[in-house]
């Protein structure tokens, strides 16, 4: 079921190259400075993208913090569009496309880049990302998750494949994470995320794959067995913790998958080997978007607190419930690796009983947590999203006021595919402790979803 999703997202991206070369859709200008003062203030959002594109991953190189990358399903990287890549030197003020990837032949096959952008920095400042390539043949579909890397942000090494199986096989739900912690003993690794498909769509298993020599070569572990259908797991994260501890979550359920259950499992040795998967939250699921019936994974986005403050170490996981009448967005957290779990404290008031979804997480250099989201509050028909954040300084316990990170109304059908997909997830991370920046999906021009930064400076 989901092999066919992602196949539908890809025959999207050839109708959105279509209407692009065809000259139906413009591209906008990249004209807002982000900065405010003074402090604390709501940075002025710009646009990333040039144009139709979904899915906002971000993140911030260590040692460069107004270096951001950011990954998109991006409508003009040929041949029809699939995963590029946006860097800004500045702080997130001003963007340059610096990578769109390329097909791979392997084995007589040809794999096109369709879906599922990611980015990662590791201690040195070399970027990482990664994307899903799907292809289809005679006996129907296969794909494989590629990697690339760069030392300066805009030379690109040939895309790698870090997960993949031989047969009519499928890996998706896919993400990357780099160890970027100077005290590590796995510093400088790279781990890659997924569910990988086989017999069809009827079985499916959690692999982790790792690399510990700048993505050149690949090692792919399985994390959870294999799920037979009804049983499968879904939407892989993964985050990295200053020990060396790598932490992958997912949802793991019966289809259709109304309700289920977050899922984590970890490893101490580099991703050689992996504990037993732990059940930490209960999962209920939309069957769509309300009112606009659009999408809505529900990826458990996790984070790890690498600071050395008082909640060092712990971890932070966000995800939304499904009510019965209205998505909430919430956060869960360990104070001892991931074996035992709070219950999940929401960040909207209490008040706010329209849609929240699509929530991303992170933590800054001295431990503050982040949690930027999608949210219906300001419109009474529950239609129309703007992005907004909260913020967490007792280790998660409690989240203050929500700040709007935009005025400016989105209309989810208006996203330009002509179709029911706003895009899957966005992202957000720190410039430093006081400069929070977002990354979501918009489509306040009316016309078509593109990628916007936006954020808060706290101090």
């Known amino acids: 079921m989901r092999i066919e999703s992602h196949t539908l997202t890809f025959a999207l991206l050839l109708l959105a190259g279509f209407l692009l070369s065809a000259g139906g859709v413009p591209r906008p200008a990249h004209s807002q400075v982000l900065s405010c003062s003074p402090a604390p203030c709501t940075l002025p959002p710009t646009r990333a993208s040039e144009s139709i594109a979904t899915d906002s991953p971000i993140v911030t190189n260590p040692l460069d913090t107004k270096e951001l990358l950011l990954g998109s399903v991006d409508g003009t990287c040929p041949p029809?569009?699939?995963?590029?890549?946006?860097?800004?030197?500045?702080?997130?003020?001003?963007?340059?496309?610096?990578?769109?990837?390329?097909?791979?032949?392997?084995?007589?096959?040809?794999?096109?880049?369709?879906?599922?952008?990611?980015?990662?920095?590791?201690?040195?400042?070399?970027?990482?990302?990664?994307?899903?390539?799907?292809?289809?043949?005679?006996?129907?579909?296969?794909?494989?998750?590629?990697?690339?890397?760069?030392?300066?942000?805009?030379?690109?090494?040939?895309?790698?494949?870090?997960?993949?199986?031989?047969?009519?096989?499928?890996?998706?739900?896919?993400?990357?994470?780099?160890?970027?912690?100077?005290?590590?003993?796995?510093?400088?690794?790279?781990?890659?995320?997924?569910?990988?498909?086989?017999?069809?769509?009827?079985?499916?298993?959690?692999?982790?794959?790792?690399?510990?020599?700048?993505?050149?070569?690949?090692?792919?572990?399985?994390?959870?067995?294999?799920?037979?259908?009804?049983?499968?797991d879904e939407f892989t994260r993964i985050a990295?913790?200053?020990?060396?501890?790598?932490?992958?979550?997912?949802?793991?359920?019966?289809?259709?998958?109304?309700?289920?259950?977050?899922?984590?499992?970890?490893?101490?040795?580099?991703?050689?080997?992996?504990?037993?998967?732990?059940?930490?939250?209960?999962?209920?699921?939309?069957?769509?978007?309300?009112?606009?019936?659009?999408?809505?994974?529900?990826?458990?986005?996790?984070?790890?607190?690498?600071?050395?403050?008082?909640?060092?170490?712990?971890?932070?996981?966000?995800?939304?419930?499904?009510?019965?009448?209205?998505?909430?967005?919430?956060?869960?957290?360990?104070?001892?690796g991931g074996t035992t779990w709070s219950k999940p404290v929401r960040l909207a008031p209490k008040s706010d009983t329209h849609d929240q979804f699509f929530p991303a997480i992170s933590v800054s250099p001295t431990g503050r947590v982040g949690v930027s989201w999608l949210d219906r509050r300001n419109d009474p028909n529950d239609i129309d999203y703007e992005a907004f954040a909260a913020f967490s300084d007792d280790g998660g316990q409690s989240f203050g006021p929500n700040w709007q990170l935009t005025t400016a109304f989105s209309n989810p059908k208006n996203n330009g595919t002509g179709n029911n997909w706003l895009g899957d997830y966005t992202g957000n991370t720190w410039r430093d402790d006081g400069i929070f920046i977002a990354a979501w999906m918009d489509t306040s021009n009316g016309s078509y979803v593109d990628d916007m930064v936006g954020g808060v400076r706290l101090k």
């Not at 390329?102 to 990302?129: F, M, T, W």
């Open 240 to 336: 990295t913790g200053s020990s060396g501890t790598v932490y992958v979550t997912w949802m793991q359920c019966a289809s259709p998958c109304a309700a289920g259950h977050f899922m984590l499992s970890k490893s101490a040795d580099g991703g050689l080997t992996w504990s037993k998967p732990l059940r930490i939250a209960g999962a209920r699921v939309a069957p769509g978007l309300p009112h606009t019936y659009e999408r809505v994974y529900n990826y458990p986005s996790i984070a790890v607190d690498n600071s050395n403050g008082p909640y060092a170490g712990n971890l932070y996981v966000a995800m939304y419930t499904w009510t019965g009448s209205y998505l909430r967005v919430q956060v869960i957290r360990s104070t001892d």
């Open 80 to 232: 029809s569009g699939g995963p590029g890549f946006y860097l800004s030197r500045n702080g997130g003020s001003t963007w340059t496309r610096v990578l769109c990837m390329a097909e791979i032949r392997h084995k007589q096959l040809v794999y096109i880049p369709c879906d599922e952008p990611s980015v990662g920095y590791d201690q040195k400042g070399n970027a990482y990302v990664a994307g899903l390539y799907c292809g289809q043949s005679e006996t129907g579909n296969y794909g494989l998750v590629a990697a690339q890397r760069s030392a300066d942000g805009t030379h690109w090494s040939k895309p790698v494949i870090a997960l993949y199986s031989p047969g009519q096989t499928f890996p998706y739900l896919t993400h990357l994470a780099a160890d970027a912690s100077a005290s590590s003993p796995w510093a400088g690794t790279v781990y890659v995320s997924g569910v990988m498909t086989s017999d069809q769509g009827s079985k499916n298993q959690v692999l982790v794959s790792h690399s510990a020599d700048g993505g050149a070569t690949w090692t792919q572990v399985a994390v959870d067995s294999v799920q037979v259908f009804p049983e499968q």
